[in-house]
Every structure is written in C-alpha cells, then in structure tokens.
C-alpha cells in the first residue's frame, strides 16, 4: 500500500512549489513586468521601465550623464 501523497504524485506531478506573479507587460528594454514591480512611466513618449532601470533609459534616450561631484 502507497502513502496517499505519493499515489497523487504519481497520478498528477509535484504541485508548483511557487505562486508566479501576475504578468503585466514588458518594459522599454523587453525586461518581463510583474504585478507589484516599481515602474517608471515616461510622460512624452509614453515609455515603460523597470525603475532599476531608470539611469539606464535616461542615458540611452536622453543621452543624460551621470557622475560623481569633485
């Protein structure tokens, strides 16, 4: 005799250990959004983007530079 556990196992698979997040979208980079992300919206183009990427969209489309004060 199986343990019941094991016989649905067995009969379905392992259950999915992790809740996936709600898909939201991509972002200007293609990077995947997720419900709950922080986001950045660009006002004159309309543009997404993760807001971990924000310097980065910020130097590739504006052209913006970023430095340490001297």
């Known amino acids: 005799m199986e343990h019941p ?3 649905q196992v067995n009969r379905t ?5 992790v809740e996936q997040s709600e898909h939201a ?3 200007y980079f293609g990077t995947e ?4 992300d922080d ?3 660009d ?17 590739e489309v504006y052209e913006f530079k970023f430095s340490e004060a001297e």
């Open 43 to 59: 006002p004159a183009t309309g543009e997404v983007v993760l807001k971990e990427d924000l310097e980065k969209y910020l130097k």
């Open 39 to 41: 986001i950045v919206e």
């Open 25 to 27: 979208g991509v972002d």
């Open 13 to 17: 698979g392992y259950p999915s250990m």
């Open 33 to 36: 959004l997720l419900a709950g």
């Open 5 to 7: 556990e094991i016989t």
